[in-house]
Nanobody
Framework: VQLQASGGGLVQAGGSLRLSCAPS????????VGWFRQAPGKERQFVAA????????YYADPVKGRFTISRDPATSTVYLQMNAMEPEDTAVYYC????????????????????WGQGTLVTVSS
């Protein structure tokens, strides 16, 4: 496992969680770090991403205004703050890095990333 994702859990609708992602035995590589999620029976979908150098941020429409991605270069950690959570946010959340490109087309696609974490389960109850 190249990236360690943590912070998942069970939360009620309207609540908050903060996910963390840190590399294991190395530093983050590539243009930035992305968060994706995969619900049972569904494809993995883009959630948010952040450029490591200038902190440019990207968000999927369903999470805009509710989720915030950030990075801490001092600790080499990327965070995903999730507020006003909805049952539809229930999924396994994965972080990924080792992406070469900054264009939104590539940043929002899972196949653009070369390294992944093991995922952390987020469950939002109604």
């Amino acid at each position: 496992v190249q990236l360690q994702a943590s912070g998942g859990g069970l939360v009620q609708a309207g609540g908050s969680l903060r996910l963390s992602c840190a590399p294991s035995g190395r530093t983050f590589s590539g243009y930035g770090v992305g968060w994706f999620r995969q619900a049972p029976g569904k494809e993995r979908q883009f959630v948010a991403a952040i450029a490591w150098r200038d902190a440019r941020k990207y968000y999927a429409d369903p999470v805009k205004g509710r989720f915030t991605i950030s990075r801490d270069p001092a600790t080499s950690t990327v965070y995903l703050q999730m507020n006003a959570m909805e049952p539809e946010d229930t999924a396994v959340y994965y972080c990924a890095d080792d992406i070469k490109y900054s264009d939104t087309y590539y940043v929002t696609r899972a196949r653009s990333y070369g390294a992944w974490g093991q995922g952390t389960l987020v469950t939002v109850s109604s």
